[in-house]
């Protein structure tokens, strides 16, 4: 009987390790425990284990995946801001240049501008004297007395002389003596018998200066009043110049600056030796 029955055991255990194989090594196909301890023999613990970390290898794979996903989720979302950001960052660099070449343009007229700035300045400086000089000398109200027979003031002060004469010649315009501030003969020697000579005369009733002129000359009255004192000879001349003779050389200044520095200089210094 013993015998049958471990036949019976051993065929059922080859039939068990037949289906085992066919069925991928599936205990339930085994009965009792004699499928536990075949699948047990088939699938060692390492084995197990194996398949324990296939399956952690799988989660972490889904979650890869899953990240994957987000990423480019998130990727899809960010690139039409890339490409606005882009588009702007194109604009700008564009605008830029555009600027720098306005900048170039602008910097060469401002240098153009201003060259031909100091050139019209030059020639209104220039104007401006020419004016002043043309108003100036207009101002002067000199007269020149021609055809004035030799000797008619029969040693009379000129000035009165002129004066009286321009009344009895020009009745319509002077109803009277006209006010002189100076007259005198022209420089040059005596005129023969029967021609005539000629006067300056300078009128008081008109202005002799403009303002500009007179406050250039008003700057050398220090060192006029500084050349007197010391008892040198001065004089000031058209339009705003100042003649000095000083040990019997003539000095011209064109500025009462140049004046000074003579006095100080020249003056000053003789009078300490």
């Known amino acids: 009987m013993k015998k049958v029955v471990d036949s019976t055991v051993e065929a059922e255990t080859q039939s068990g390790f037949s289906q085992t194989e066919n069925a991928g090594v599936n205990s339930n196909v085994l009965p009792g425990n004699i499928g536990a301890r075949v699948a047990d023999t088939l699938v060692p613990p390492l084995e197990g284990e194996r398949i324990r970390r296939g399956e952690g290898t799988q989660n972490c794979e889904m979650d890869m995946e899953a990240q994957l996903e987000l990423e480019q989720e998130q990727l899809c979302f960010k690139t039409p801001q890339k490409r606005k950001i882009k588009s702007k960052s194109l604009e700008a660099k564009s605008r830029l240049t555009s600027t720098e070449v306005?900048?170039?343009?602008?910097?060469?007229?401002?240098?153009?501008?201003?060259?031909?700035?100091?050139?019209?300045?030059?020639?209104?400086?220039?104007?401006?004297?020419?004016?002043?000089?043309?108003?100036?000398r207009s101002c002067r109200s000199n007269l020149r007395i021609l055809n004035v027979p030799e000797g008619s003031e029969s040693g009379n002060d000129p000035t009165v002389f002129d004066s009286e004469m321009l009344a009895e010649v020009m009745p319509e315009v002077f109803t009277s003596p006209p006010?002189?501030?100076?007259?005198?003969?022209?420089?040059?020697?005596?005129?023969?018998?029967?021609?005539?000579?000629?006067?300056?005369?300078m009128?008081?009733?008109?202005?002799?200066?403009?303002?500009?002129?007179?406050?250039?000359?008003?700057?050398?009255?220090?060192?006029?009043?500084?050349?007197?004192?010391?008892?040198?000879?001065?004089?000031?001349?058209?339009?705003?110049?100042?003649?000095?003779?000083?040990?019997?050389?003539?000095?011209?200044?064109?500025?009462?600056?140049?004046?000074?520095?003579?006095?100080?200089?020249?003056?000053?210094?003789?009078?300490?030796?």
Request: charged share 30%.
């Open 102 to 136: 306005i900048v170039g343009e602008n910097f060469e007229r401002l240098v153009a501008a201003e060259s031909t700035i100091n050139s019209l300045k030059a020639q209104n400086s220039l104007l401006m004297e020419r004016l002043d000089d043309l108003e100036n």
């Open 179 to 201: 006010p002189l501030e100076r007259a005198h003969r022209s420089l040059g020697p005596k005129p023969a018998a029967g021609n005539p000579a000629s006067a300056f005369v």
């Open 203 to 273: 009128l008081r009733v008109y202005p002799d200066l403009s303002n500009v002129l007179a406050k250039k000359r008003a700057a050398f009255n220090p060192a006029k009043q500084a050349l007197y004192k010391e008892g040198i000879w001065f004089r000031l001349l058209y339009p705003a110049r100042l003649k000095v003779t000083f040990k019997e050389d003539s000095f011209i200044f064109e500025t009462p600056d140049d004046a000074n520095d003579f006095y100080e200089k020249q003056v000053l210094v003789q009078k300490e030796k």
